[in-house]
């Protein structure tokens, strides 16, 4: 069964520092996703990616955040200036229509 | 208005019995309303979703009732195994927007 693969599983990093999680989504879906979960809590919406642009961000996808989809089959999320409350399993989820799409495992970013 | 609210928090069920966890919206241009399952250190997976023009789909053991007037939906878990121990958490999203609104997920435990 085709699966949203995410890299690095897990990612440690100083408060202030840049990271950037990568996704390889599904091979055939055009839309993409990040969504955030911290620890013990409701899984939140980030961003929507389509068509190569921000199809829609929430609140918290401020301009610490970016997105991209740098070679047609990755999608990164950066964060440019990393603070403690960033601390969060990242999942990235892709998807053949808007409708129902499938997650990856995920990226577990501890920020220190 | 965004929001989905999910009760219980958590369940405890006898193996063979019936789970059942509740969600409530207020928005009703919401038009979607998958439910998804997440075990440990995974991503949430896509258990099964309904469109408000039916009151009621069953996939297996899993059963979605739909109240629209009520702006309400649940999951039922027919024969609960010890397998199905997880977190289970609701979803809503509008067409055209693609953003899921996660409950806060109900931690299901099957006692053997």
């Known amino acids: 069964e085709p699966e949203v693969t995410q890299t690095p599983s897990h990612q440690v990093t100083q408060m202030g520092q840049e990271v950037i999680l990568r996704c390889v989504p599904i091979s055939n879906h055009l839309y993409f996703y990040w969504y955030r979960q911290i620890l013990g809590q409701k899984v939140e919406f980030l961003v929507s990616?389509?068509?190569?642009?921000?199809?829609?961000k929430s609140e918290i996808f401020d301009d610490q955040f970016s997105v991209e989809r740098p070679d047609g089959s990755n999608f990164t999320l950066k964060i440019r200036s990393t603070k403690l409350e960033d601390s969060a399993m990242y999942f990235c989820?892709?998807?053949?229509?808007?409708?129902?799409?499938?997650f990856g495992s995920g990226t577990r970013l501890t920020v220190v | 208005q965004q929001q989905v609210k999910q009760s219980p928090q958590s369940l405890i069920v006898q193996k063979g019995g019936i789970s059942i966890i509740n969600c409530a919206y207020e928005n009703t241009a919401f038009d979607y309303f998958p439910w998804y399952q997440q075990f440990p250190g995974k991503g949430p997976a896509l258990l099964i979703a309904?469109?408000?023009?039916?009151s009621e789909k069953k996939e297996g053991r899993f059963t979605i009732s739909f109240n629209k007037s009520a702006k309400q939906f649940s999951l039922h878990i027919m024969d609960s195994q010890p397998g199905d121990s997880a977190t289970y958490f609701c979803a809503a999203s509008i067409s055209g927007t693609y953003k899921y609104i996660f409950g806060t997920g109900t931690r299901l435990k099957v006692l053997a």
């Open positions: 990616f389509y068509n190569n642009e921000i199809s829609e």
């Open positions: 309904i469109r408000p023009d039916v």
């Open positions: 989820a892709s998807g053949s229509t808007g409708g129902s799409y499938t």
